[in-house]
């Protein structure tokens, strides 16, 4: 199974996301999908959720250091 926007292979997790509305698969891949996720809320199986999705949070800004 492949991403229908970027023909990335997609794993468990995200071949399995389907669509909250019409109960269809997605087919998406997360990078796909988080640019429409507020237009297109899914059911994800979190059972399903691997450590390759966690990694994303790359904007961690906790070491912004106080201008004062
Ligand atoms: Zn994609």
Do not use: Q, W
């Not at 059972?47 to 966690?54: G, K, M, N």
């Amino acid at each position: 199974m492949r991403c229908i926007a970027c023909n990335k292979n997609l794993n468990d997790f995200e071949s399995t996301r389907k669509s909250a509305v019409t109960g269809e698969y997605l087919d998406l891949c997360n990078t796909c999908y988080h640019a429409v996720e507020d237009d297109l809320p899914a059911k994800e199986r979190d059972d399903l959720r691997s450590e390759e999705e966690v990694f994303e949070d790359d904007t961690d800004v906790t070491e912004i250091v106080d201008p004062l």
